[in-house]
């Protein structure tokens, strides 16, 4: 497949232009101009790109790239090595943040309330970046979600607050998003899940009565990566394939 082929087509695939985003998303870095092999990962980090070129990929697949808003712009250390070796290889890096996040199918939020057997009934926060629902079974007490997360997710959450609060409504927001907390709360939710905590996460946890599960920033967000690799073999007949390189948050 043709390199501006592709671009166009996860371009469209995933709204890259909708949303207001801190960093760019769609084709970060150019390659061959063709691309047959493609790697998904969470990172683009120097791991997952070595693995790219030893593996002969033409492209790389990420939820984090490369460039963000207010960083250092010289390339230096760790940046130069990681361009290097794609600049070197000549493999394509494609990264998208917020539009991997809300895709209603292949998105981080839907992979994990898929995998959680939760029932998305609305959105909430800046541009509709969380989801709330029903969970599976609704009656549990927010510790019993907990477990329920540390098995499909392989990993202990952290969980604060009332871990014997009954949940009716359940909100999520992958990754970094503890900071939709209070938006949760006034959603409706019974009990908050993302992937990082602050610290002032636990005092509105305690105070406001509703739970708060940090479930891992890496682990909540391996889905929306695995979900294309397995779209573009399925849709584009293209070799991919997610690489799930540990990472303990």
Not at 59 to 66: K, Q, R, W
Request: proline share 4%.
């Amino acid at each position: 497949m043709q390199l501006i082929e592709l671009r166009a087509y996860l371009d469209a695939l995933l709204d890259a232009q909708r949303l207001k985003d801190y960093c760019p998303n769609g084709l970060q870095v150019e390659g061959r101009p063709e691309v047959l092999r493609v790697l998904c990962g969470v990172t683009a980090s120097q791991a997952l790109l070595d693995r790219a070129a030893a593996g002969g990929y033409d492209a790389v697949f990420v939820h984090h790239g490369l460039f963000w808003k207010g960083d250092d712009g010289r390339v230096t250390g760790f940046r130069r090595q990681r361009l290097r070796t794609l600049l070197a290889n000549d493999i394509n890096l494609f990264a998208y943040h917020l539009p991997l996040d809300v895709h209603p199918a292949l998105g981080n939020n839907a992979q994990l309330g898929r995998r959680m057997g939760w029932e998305a009934e609305g959105r909430f926060a800046d541009q509709d970046l969380g989801w709330i629902g029903c969970p599976a079974q609704p009656g549990q007490p927010a510790v019993s979600i907990a477990d329920t997360l540390a098995e499909r997710l392989g990993r202990a959450p952290l969980l604060v607050g009332d871990g014997q609060r009954t949940v009716h409504r359940v909100a999520w927001c992958t990754g970094g998003a503890q900071g939709y907390f209070e938006q949760a709360i006034l959603a409706g939710a019974d009990l908050y899940v993302s992937g990082e905590i602050s610290e002032q996460t636990v005092h509105l946890a305690r105070e406001s009565g509703v739970p708060y599960i940090a479930a891992g920033h890496h682990a909540t967000e391996r889905y929306g990566a695995q979900a294309v690799a397995t779209h573009l073999a399925e849709a584009l007949g293209l070799e991919a394939e997610f690489l799930d390189l540990d990472n303990p948050v």
